[in-house]
């Protein structure tokens, strides 16, 4: 089994920067895409960004982009969100997720950490 801890949330400031961190224990592959998603109270859960296996490829959703990046530590089995330029509508639960090789789908899921921004 795997398992996904996030942890950084916290409460900061408008154009304030935090860090975010999932862990994952257990049995791990190195080659799973690594997924961080976040959801507002009374939204549904929306895609922030993506790293495949390597670091070599990046996504985000363009709400992010340019802001927001995503990076991975292997051998510490640790994927981060370091996150600058807050805005108040990043507010959110943000989750970390793992892609699943043999079916694309993120099936394992962190409990998620609170992001709040400020005015």
């Known amino acids: 089994q795997v398992q996904l801890v996030e942890s950084g949330g916290g409460l900061v400031q408008a154009g304030g920067s935090l860090t975010l961190s999932c862990a994952a224990s257990g049995r791990t592959f190195s080659r799973n895409t690594m997924g961080w998603f976040r959801q507002a109270p009374g939204k549904e859960r929306e895609f922030v960004a993506a790293?495949?296996?390597?670091?070599?490829?990046?996504y985000y959703a363009d709400s992010v982009k340019g802001r927001f990046t995503i990076s991975r530590d292997n051998a510490k089995n640790t994927v981060y969100l370091q996150m600058n330029s807050l805005k108040p509508e990043d507010t959110a639960v943000y989750y970390c997720a793992r892609r699943a090789l043999l079916t694309n789908e993120y099936g394992y899921w962190g409990q998620g950490t609170q992001v709040t921004v400020s005015s």
């Open positions: 790293v495949n296996w390597s670091g070599s490829n990046t």
